[in-house]
């Protein structure tokens, strides 16, 4: 890091890469509350199919909560020098991440069972949407996940600065789509519920 960059980053408190990815957090949030808020707009002028919900979103979702803590478990090993728990956990974040763009990939095919696809109505439209561009932002977590097993299994154990901004970011990202994910949901069922 130079000089310039360690002025800044003391001086700030947050580090330039973080706020990096915070503000364009920001935005993922901005694209997103754009869609719900024509959901709900799309949804009053008429013409709305309803359907249930499949199951399967509310175990992906509990999937992705359970991810979430396995990467916090993950980080708290890697700072206590609990190297098999840092490993293993951040595997099983990976694996649970799989599972969750599986179920994903599942309910939607359910929803193709019960006659809603893609085109057929906004209803489903949107949740495709919805869902296929949150989908899309796990898809870059898991990439996020894998580049810190690489780093994990290949490269020696070491709390160094450089790798521990790496595995926050990589949480802080993680635990954001995990929460908009929450949102999601919640947003659709309670639409459903309306």
Request: hydrophobic letters at 55%.
């Amino acid at each position: 890091m130079s000089t310039l960059e360690n002025t800044v980053y003391s001086r700030n408190k947050i580090h330039p890469q973080k706020f990096a990815l915070l503000v364009s957090c920001a935005s993922v949030v901005m694209l997103f509350a754009a869609l719900t808020s024509a959901y709900v707009v799309r949804q009053a002028a008429g013409n709305w199919l309803e359907f249930p919900m499949p199951v399967l979103f509310l175990y992906s979702t509990l999937t992705l909560i359970v991810s979430s803590f396995t990467l916090h478990f993950s980080y708290k090993g890697f700072l206590a020098g609990n190297v098999k728990l840092y490993k293993y956990l951040l595997l099983l974040t990976f694996v649970l991440g799989i599972l969750f763009i599986y179920l994903q990939y599942q309910g939607w095919m359910a929803l193709v069972a019960m006659g809603v696809e893609l085109g057929t109505n906004p209803s489903g439209s949107f949740l495709y949407v919805l869902s296929g561009l949150h989908a899309a932002h796990i898809l870059g977590g898991l990439a996020a996940v894998f580049v810190a097993i690489l780093h994990a299994f290949i490269l020696p154990y070491e709390v160094s600065a450089k790798r521990k901004l790496r595995f926050e970011m990589t949480q802080i990202y993680w635990h954001f789509v995990d929460v908009l994910w929450i949102y999601l949901i919640v947003f659709l069922w309670l639409q459903q519920q309306s």
